[in-house]
């Protein structure tokens, strides 16, 4: 079974403001990921951060891992309607084993 | 373009039938996986390959095999389709330096 969920399920906002989607998990991890899927496509990956690492930044992707809380946020800034997706966290919990993923979130973003 | 390569991009059968999903990639990883999509259930796991040669079960392999002869391949076989098996399927490949995924844009199979 998948460990972890992520919520919200689903989140509508303005084009412009900000898209805050967190991702919990229960055993240790060696990184978390997050992808994105766009209608009727395939994953595409967005960032990658490791158990030893706090924040990383890809434009205007911001995303924070907490382990002592076994959780992580994807921080999207400035929306736009392109943003438009699901989104969704993946945990490795070893450094060649394989990663698990959540239900997704469903992001839309107004115009 | 390199990337990974799913074919037949949709399928309709008859239950009971044999099917399978081919999967190709031109970046040379050695890890490859199947992934079954269903509404509300996320990503599963179905069938990886570590390397050329072996595989392994995921979460739920049941009615599913796959095999790996060579590092580009790795089709995922149905051998007597049923409907629970409708599903959008991924394949993906894992980079290795990175250790993110690459996937191809599925394979929506539908089994009446």
């Known amino acids: 079974s998948q460990q972890g969920e992520e919520d919200p399920q689903a989140l509508s906002i303005q084009e412009g403001e900000n898209a805050t989607m967190n991702c919990s998990y229960k055993t240790s991890i060696n990184n978390l990921q997050w992808y994105r899927q766009n209608s009727g496509r395939g994953l595409v990956h967005l960032i990658l951060i490791r158990s030893n690492e706090r924040e990383k930044h890809s434009g205007r992707l911001r995303v924070t891992l907490d382990t002592s809380k076994k959780s992580s946020s994807l921080l999207i800034t400035a929306s736009r309607a392109a943003d438009t997706a699901s989104y969704f966290c993946a945990r490795q919990t070893g450094a060649n084993s394989k990663l698990t993923f959540g239900k997704g979130i469903t992001l839309s973003v107004r115009p | 373009i390199a990337g990974i390569t799913q074919a037949p991009t949709s399928q309709i059968l008859a239950a009971g039938r044999r099917m399978t999903l081919r999967c190709t990639q031109d970046m040379r990883h050695n890890a490859m996986y199947w992934y079954r999509q269903d509404l509300g259930l996320g990503l599963r796991l179905i069938h990886y390959?570590?390397?050329?040669?072996?595989?392994g079960k995921g979460e739920v392999p049941d009615g599913y095999s796959v095999s790996r002869a060579n590092t580009d391949d790795f089709p995922l076989t149905l051998a007597s389709a049923v409907p629970s098996q409708t599903s959008v399927y991924f394949c993906?490949?894992?980079?290795?330096?990175?250790?993110?995924?690459?996937f191809g844009e599925g394979s929506r199979l539908t089994v009446l």
């Open positions: 390959s570590n390397t050329a040669g072996t595989t």
């Open positions: 993906a490949s894992r980079g290795q330096d990175t250790g993110e995924l690459f």
